[in-house]
């Protein structure tokens, strides 16, 4: 980013995305630890609170993160570290986050998938 540039988003619709990410695989994670049946439904109650948010601002996403700097940065790793229940050094923590990104991008597929289907 240059000196010039002024920031003009926040990271929050990110954090959003990564809540909902964290939320599917705590939920999954809790759910497949001894075989999943349908008691294990439950474990997805989860995901509805971290649903609205992170869709409402989903398409906010890339405008953060075309817009992040230093402290942007931090902070994602700082919010992610504390969700996963690890330090923001560890070195599993870049591998973690990438993959609640993979797991909320085949989510919103998912949605799209169905918004198709139900037009």
Known sequence: ??????KVYGVKETKEVFNLGFAIVEGLNKSL??????KDLGNL????????PAVS???QVPLELSDLD??????????????L??????PSLEKKV??????????????????????
């Open 98 to 119: 990438v993959a609640c990104i993979k797991v909320v991008l085949v989510a919103v597929e998912a949605l799209s998938v169905f918004e198709v289907i139900k037009a």
């Open 1 to 6: 980013m240059s000196d010039v540039a002024k």
């Open 85 to 90: 229940g690890v330090a923001v050094g560890d």
């Open 45 to 52: 109650i989860v995901l509805f609170p971290a649903i609205g």
């Open 33 to 38: 630890e001894d075989g999943f049946d349908i």
């Open 57 to 59: 601002g989903i398409d």
């Open 70 to 83: 230093e402290k942007d940065v931090a902070d994602l790793l700082a919010h992610a570290a504390e969700k």
